[in-house]
């Protein structure tokens, strides 16, 4: 297997959707931008002309000698695994301790998942995140309740983040062509969270369960946190949420008051675990 399939690149070439994504990404000429995945610099280049800095993470060390010697000045390229950067870190070093930065990236497909929670998990220097993904993982990062593909994940970034779904990239666009069509979004964070959460791992593992089998009650998947149905009918009779609706019927809020509910009813697992970070 060559390394461009093992890392799952499709480089994107046709500028004007380069243009495209650039427009949504509003580079200002005092910003420093945070790119992923850069691989030969389609997206690079024209956009490191508009803002003040751009920094570049890209694995492939087959890639880097181009990179470097096609760079402006104010690029700098780093090789390194993103999924093992701090980016918080990264951002406060290249951009300022006060920085809120704008991540922006055609992103591999086999890491899309995987950092698509770390942004969720680096806080709050990522204003701003701009992904060319695969569109099924961009339908559930978007979707709203009612939708067969509202997911844990679709919750958990609608509750920090301003999720928008721009355009799709058909296959063509890219080199080689993948065999699926992607769509670029935006993730914008909002100045506080649309609802507190109070145990935000906690919280993690309960949608975790709730959405298990989209086939039964949300109160049968619950059952697999050791909750007594008992307490699962209370607490969902306490948001007006019938015993037989399913977890993909049910808004933002109230399924943050129904966690709140049963953590003040009974123990619940505190920590994400089982492998939610790869889920979305």
């Known amino acids: 297997m060559s390394q461009r399939k093992a890392l799952g690149q499709h480089f994107l070439t046709q500028r004007q959707i380069l243009e495209k994504i650039i427009r949504v990404i509003d ?28 920094v570049a993470i890209e694995k492939d060390p087959a890639l880097i000698p181009d990179l470097l010697a096609g760079k402006p000045g104010n690029v700098e390229i780093i090789e390194g695994d993103v999924l093992q950067t701090n980016l918080g870190e990264l951002i406060r070093r290249e951009a300022g301790p006060s920085a809120k930065a704008k991540v922006v990236g055609n992103l591999p497909y086999s890491i899309s998942s995987p950092f698509l929670f770390k942004i969720l998990d680096e806080g709050e220097p990522i ?28 919750i958990l970034f609608r509750l920090d983040f301003e999720v928008r779904r721009h355009f799709e990239v058909a296959p063509a666009s890219f080199s080689p062509p993948p065999r699926v069509r992607s769509t670029l979004i935006s993730l914008t964070r909002r100045e506080s969270p649309l609802f507190a959460v109070s ?21 049968n998947n619950l059952k697999r946190l050791g909750l007594p ?22 808004e933002i809020g109230p399924f943050v008051a129904l966690y709140a509910a049963l953590r003040a009813a009974a123990p619940l ?3 994400a675990g089982g492998g939610i970070k790869q889920e979305t």
């Open 27 to 54: 580079p200002r000429q005092d910003e420093t931008i945070f790119e992923v995945g850069p691989g030969r610099g389609a997206l690079t280049f024209p956009l490191a002309a508009r803002c003040a800095k751009l």
């Open 127 to 154: 204003a701003l995140g701009v992904f060319l993904l695969q569109k099924e993982v961009a339908e559930r990062v978007a979707a709203g309740p009612g939708s067969k593909k509202y997911a844990p994940v679709s």
């Open 199 to 219: 145990n935000p791992g906690g919280f993690r593992r309960f949608l975790r369960a709730a959405f298990a089998e989209r086939r039964k009650t949300l109160a």
């Open 229 to 250: 149905a008992g307490v699962v009918g209370r607490a969902l009779a306490g948001q007006s949420l019938a015993e037989n609706v399913r977890a993909e019927q049910v």
């Open 269 to 271: 697992p505190e920590s």
